[in-house]
């Protein structure tokens, strides 16, 4: 069992859906990151979370910690947010991150 | 300003031969990492440094992987008598000590024929 998983594993949407991709974690964590990864391959940070909610544009990310989940949620999606959403936390007593299998998310015009 | 910068962008090996790759970070970062991606895989960690700490070599998959950061800066990762294993996308990434985010180079692509 990964230490980190994420579902949907693949997600296919029209544009304008609300789209919620969820994250899962059995460690102890001093923060959560999500990351998109684009089809080209190159990898922006999104949000670090260490509790309750960020918000940036039309994205949002939450986490619970003491159910040791959380969400990355994309509010009137666009073809354009098409790409792999991969989340990956800090262990506690850890100096790396270990990464979910990613989500792929394809947006349909 | 500058982001992170990987050379080779690809590299195409013969197996057995050994390949070196680049990562520049952002300049003031004191965190550096190196994850592999293979192909439909996720992203494993291998190798962490930090300032001038021993680095965290707990991730390189066997003995033919090593890894040094020159002055706190520029690192090269360096792969020994590669196997089509090897056969991954390498990235880098910078930032200040984590939990704090990192910035991701662009990659780079090795192919072991």
């Known amino acids: 069992k990964n230490e980190v998983e994420q579902s949907p594993q693949n997600l296919t949407a029209q544009e304008g859906e609300f789209i919620t991709i969820n994250c899962s974690y059995s460690?102890?964590?001093?923060?959560l990151h999500w990351l998109q990864q684009h089809p080209g391959g190159g990898i922006v940070s999104l949000f670090m979370?260490?509790?309750g909610k960020k918000k940036h544009g039309r994205l949002i990310a939450t986490i619970n910690i003491q159910e040791k989940h959380s969400s990355l949620h994309i509010t009137a999606s666009h073809p354009r947010d098409s790409a792999v959403y991969i989340c990956?936390?800090?262990?506690?007593?850890?100096?790396?991150?270990?990464f979910g299998e990613g989500t792929q998310l394809t947006v349909n015009p | 300003g500058a982001g992170v910068s990987q050379s080779p962008s690809n590299k195409v090996t013969e197996k057995g031969k050994d390949v070196e790759l680049r990562c520049d970070p952002i300049?003031?970062?004191?965190?550096l990492y190196w994850y592999r991606q293979s192909l439909g895989q996720g992203l494993e960690f291998l190798i962490y440094?930090?300032?001038?700490?021993?680095?965290?070599k707990s991730g390189l998959p066997s003995d033919r992987f090593s890894a040094e950061r020159t002055g706190g800066s520029v690192s090269t990762l360096t792969i020994q008598r590669t196997q089509q294993e090897d056969s991954a996308v390498y990235l880098c990434?910078?930032?200040?000590?984590?939990?704090?985010?990192?910035?991701f180079g662009p990659g780079t692509r090795l192919t072991v024929l």
């Open positions: 990434a910078s930032g200040l000590a984590l939990p704090n985010e990192q910035f």
């Open positions: 460690v102890g964590i001093s923060a």
């Open positions: 979370l260490s509790s």
């Open positions: 990956a936390v800090v262990e506690t007593s850890g100096s790396r991150l270990t």
């Open positions: 300049s003031g970062h004191t965190a």
């Open positions: 440094f930090q300032g001038n700490s021993a680095p965290d």
